[in-house]
């Protein structure tokens, strides 16, 4: 490959996501992801709204909705800590949301740890929820919490080290979004994000569950909530984003199963499953980092636009 031809790859690996979003911003204004309830979006581990007035968890997600007529709200939660802790934060925003604003219900949009706690909240209040999609979300455990369990055993020095520096990048992201210093605790995150874990949670709050091994479950759960999935199956995908080595090395937790780096392809499946190997790594699936993906992959936007527009065809 000549250098003209690799200078011109590497500007389209650039440019694409960006091509795109713009695209969606000059045609869209026809109301097609008018939703009935808003949409709100639910954060990851080590997640956040925004980081320092211009670091975008969801990237241009939140706009590419708008364009298309939905009402969208970020979750603010705490970025360590377990789904009961961090789903009485959700509810208590969603409390406030009916009361500024008299919203009935909402449509969850949950990336990552943040599917366990939608799904928590849909369990315990789902007289706020309308519906919860899960974004590569481990609702099956995942192989790489289980990983940390046996390389960093229970009273390990290795394993206080690797809490330490976790708990002090939970604290650094609290206070860099605005929420201030909150007690972080990666230990109890990641074990409760171990397959043995997620089995019991899901036997906890098991509307939605697959009825089978790699299944889908049933849209609607018993608590009349709508449940939806989605993930992927890329690791590295776009060789300009740091963030692929990273997943690159969780992936190796894996073995032979088909992952997005954190999460593996049967593990994200919730509800009815809209599709589970979309060419994204667990970054991808919020348009991480600075949108860099693979070339001519799905524009996650896109992709939660055409859910909004389902939820929307479904009265919702």
Known sequence: MNKHLARMVVWLALLCPAMSAMAITATTTDG???????????????????????IDYWSDIPQQLRQG???VYLARLNPLAVNPARGEQLISQLENLQAVYGYRRFNLYAHSQGG??????????????ASVTTLSAPNGGSLFADGNTVLAPPGSLQRRI?????????????????????????????ASMTTAAMTRFNALYPAGA???????????GANGVRYYS?????????????????????????????????????????GEVLR??????????????????????PDPGEVYRAQANRLKQSGL
């Open 162 to 190: 690797l809490a330490a520096i976790s708990d002090l990048g939970g604290e650094l992201i609290s206070i860099a979004s605005g929420q201030g210093l909150q007690t972080e605790d990666w230990l109890a995150v990641n």
């Open 32 to 54: 097609y992801a008018r939703t009935r309830f808003p949409i709100v979006l639910v954060p990851g581990s080590f997640g956040f709204d925004m980081l320092l007035g211009f």
């Open 116 to 129: 366990l706690t939608a799904r928590y909240v849909a369990a315990v209040r789902p007289d706020l929820v």
């Open 230 to 270: 989605l993930g992927g199956t890329a690791v590295l995908t776009n060789p300009l984003d740091p963030s692929d080595d990273g997943m690159v090395l969780t992936s190796l937790f894996f073995g032979s199963v088909r992952n997005d780096g954190l999460v593996g392809k049967c593990a994200s499946h919730w």
């Open 69 to 71: 007529g939905a009402e």
């Open 276 to 297: 589970d190997d979309y060419p994204w790594n667990h970054l991808d699936a919020v348009n991480q980092i600075f949108g860099l993906r693979a070339l001519f992959s």
């Open 210 to 220: 697959p009825g089978r091994p790699c299944g889908g479950g049933p849209e609607v």
